[in-house]
């Protein structure tokens, strides 16, 4: 979680959860959205909020929830801006330290992942969470990098046969001729 705290930041401790954990909802302000967008390339935001339950673990907590956001954004195609909603599920552990090769398989100075094992838990710094800046990751990682807006659709349909057709004459072309002898005459 490498955002910018001071965008968003709703930090809770550990040590205050209830053995049946705790529900907690973020809800960013109108000037957090707005830097937000900001810092995230967006026309705007028209609502932020992470709806989670935490649950402390043995070595830390576990994090379920939702981010759900409105935003506005800049359609790749018409650079028309554009309405969205979408939901993130958040399914996060949180360790106060991770054992060496938790999460995978330490082969000399490399960590082997397997992708059927479940994520290495997050790092719980100072035995807080932030659930401002959890939103802001599950934000990043929901939105398109190429947003359309529904129903534009590109005006040219590229092929590599269009390509080929469409492909100009090589500047060198008109060399081509010149390392010719002309024909002998009769």
Do not use: N, W
Not at 29 to 49: K, M, N, Q, T, Y
Not at 101 to 118: A, F, K, N
Not at 119 to 140: K, N, Y
Request: with cysteine; hydrophobic share 40%.
């Amino acid at each position: 979680m490498t955002r910018d705290h001071r965008l968003f930041s709703r930090p809770i401790s550990v040590a205050d959860l209830p053995a049946r954990g705790r529900g907690v909802t973020v809800e960013a302000s109108p000037e957090e959205r707005a830097r937000i967008a900001r810092e995230f390339g967006l026309v705007a935001i028209d609502a932020l909020s992470g709806a989670y339950h935490v649950t402390p673990t043995a070595r830390g907590a576990r994090l379920k929830g939702k981010v759900a956001a409105r935003i506005r954004q800049t359609c790749v195609v018409s650079l028309e801006p554009f309405d969205s909603e979408f939901d993130e599920e958040v399914d996060l552990a949180f360790a106060a330290a991770l054992e060496p090769g938790e999460g995978g398989v330490m082969q000399g100075d490399t960590l082997s992942i397997s992708p059927d094992e479940e994520d290495p838990p997050e790092p719980l710094e100072g035995g807080m969470i932030d659930l401002g800046s959890v939103t802001l990751e599950f934000l990043a990682l929901g939105l398109d990098p190429y947003p359309r807006k529904p129903g534009v659709e590109l005006s040219v349909e590229f092929s590599p046969d269009r390509v080929e057709e469409e492909k100009a004459p090589s500047p060198f072309a008109v060399l081509a001729g010149l390392g010719r002898k002309p024909a002998a005459k009769p």
